[in-house]
């Protein structure tokens, strides 16, 4: 986030250079540099393509020539970048504005991950049955990216998972905890145990995979809504940022 610079783009609503039809009354005929960027980066990010693949001279030939000429010189990875993030501030916003009225509770796993540079980090998966629409759906949500540096002791990186609960008011709302194998022992158990008092308190010491199985056949009767994004933004992401 540090690293990111600052570059200047054209306003809103600008209009594509030769475009004879670009006026007022022809909105497809108008340059929105926001909204391409933000439709480019949702394809890049469900597409789980890597960020600099935008880097690619084949890439620029076929994105390029849809931009304004001085808009065309910008490096799109890092345009991209940016909207990604933007668009993950956004929806942490709004997701942390639904949790504060949730009434029901969350079934969560953590899990290490290794990002394509080698970093460690510690992924935060929360489902929950949502009835907003009259219907029962099962929603995913990755909440968590935290990097967890190689010589971290349990303690730590419990701490960094109850710290992404506590950034969600979550701490009242947690049904049960599953943990995958990269964190696979009884002192994670007896660490989040005592920190967090899931509802369920006895199931995470008895069957670690009870979240993973439960969200498994709850997903068979619901549709499942899931955000999930890049594994190489992880530091990027991390919510003190």
Known sequence: MHNIIEEIVPEVGAQI???ESCDSSNPEGIFICSQ???ELSTYINLANFPI????SEYFEHVIQPSFQSGFRKKPLSLLIKRAMIAAYKRDKKSLKEYFLNFGGSVAVTADLWSSEWSE????VTCRWIDDDDGCWSVENRVIG???IKDDATCNEICWEICNVLDVFKLWTKVFCISLGTGLN?????????????PIERGIISNVRSCAYAANLCAQRGGWVKTEIFPFGLAKEMEFDV
């Open 17 to 19: 250079e030769g475009c």
């Open 36 to 38: 391409m960027m933000e």
């Open 52 to 55: 600099k693949s935008c880097k």
């Open 120 to 123: 460690r980090f510690v992924c």
């Open 145 to 147: 990216f935290r990097v």
């Open 185 to 197: 022992g009884d002192e994670y158990v007896e660490s989040l145990t005592n920190r967090i008092n």
